[in-house]
């Protein structure tokens, strides 16, 4: 089994409120298309979810946050997930939405529902879950980013690999020259604040990698505007971005 985050920053345009890329989304759908094992997708917020939290100041801190906050971030990830599902369903795959509201109640993981994913994907239906707003309890609300739930996921399903498709093509040594760091054993990179999104960006998604490669599980970060690389990485080829490695 397999598990991919398309990140926010490829399956948008953040430079534009609400502007899905959909050539970019279609091109990797096709080639998600070509990997032969049960799959489960995850999906960022871009300038959807990003640009609705910014502008009610929601954070991944539960607080009390704008009520129509909470409704209008929500809706925004759900308009993205339909765009993502509509993709998949047009290239003959069978998505299976899931919100994170099914498998974590305030901010804890429930085991059996993610053990059910799993089943989910097996059975040949994809499993599609996304970074969204959640109910924390008395009043409370906050952001839970996908990249998280990449780890939430990992950390109990154990998936063989597990994908981070960015608009970049990988974890760069040098930002300056874009000098690739192709392969990082146990080391965790310094990375300096990276974005102003509200779940922290390249920094999250070094964190959780780092996280779930801990565990023994190899993670990629590759660059979905080249998907190839996306199989070049499932399948075990030579292949341009960065792989965490315990
Ligand atoms: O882009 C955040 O998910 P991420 C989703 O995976 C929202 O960090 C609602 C901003």
């Known amino acids: 089994m397999i598990l991919i985050k ?26 998600l298309k070509k990997i032969d094992e049960p799959l489960i997708i995850v999906h960022g917020g871009g300038s959807f979810g990003h640009y609705w939290s910014v502008k009610f100041n929601m954070h991944t801190k539960p607080s009390k946050y704008s009520l129509r906050g909470v409704s209008v971030v929500k809706n925004s990830m759900v308009e993205l997930n339909k765009i ?6 047009k290239n003959k795959l069978n998505p299976y939405c899931l919100p994170p509201t099914d498998f974590v109640i305030k901010d804890k993981p429930i085991t ?3 053990i059910e994913i799993e089943k989910i994907a097996k059975s ?8 969204d ?8 609300s906050y952001i839970l980013s996908g990249d998280r739930i990449m780890t939430i996921l990992a950390t109990i399903l154990k998936p063989r690999l597990s994908v981070f498709v960015l608009n970049i093509d990988g974890l760069y040594s040098d930002l300056k020259t874009k000098k690739l760091i192709h392969e990082l054993k146990g080391e ?18 070094v964190v959780e990698a780092t996280k779930i490669s801990k565990n023994g599980l190899k993670v ?23 792989l965490f490695r315990r």
């Open 112 to 114: 059996k529902k993610i």
């Open 124 to 131: 040949g239906l994809i499993p599609v879950t996304f970074g």
């Open 188 to 205: 965790k990179p310094l990375i300096k604040k990276s974005s102003n999104d509200v779940t922290g960006g390249m920094k999250r998604k």
């Open 133 to 140: 707003v959640l109910w924390y309890g008395e009043k409370k």
């Open 84 to 89: 993502i599902l509509d993709s998949f369903l």
């Open 220 to 242: 990629f970060f590759v660059n979905g505007n080249k998907p190839q690389r996306i199989l070049d990485a499932v399948k075990g080829k030579k292949f341009q971005g960065t």
């Open 6 to 31: 398309l990140g926010g920053s490829i399956i948008t345009n953040k430079a534009k409120a609400l502007s899905p890329r959909r050539k970019t989304i279609e091109n990797i759908v096709r080639t």
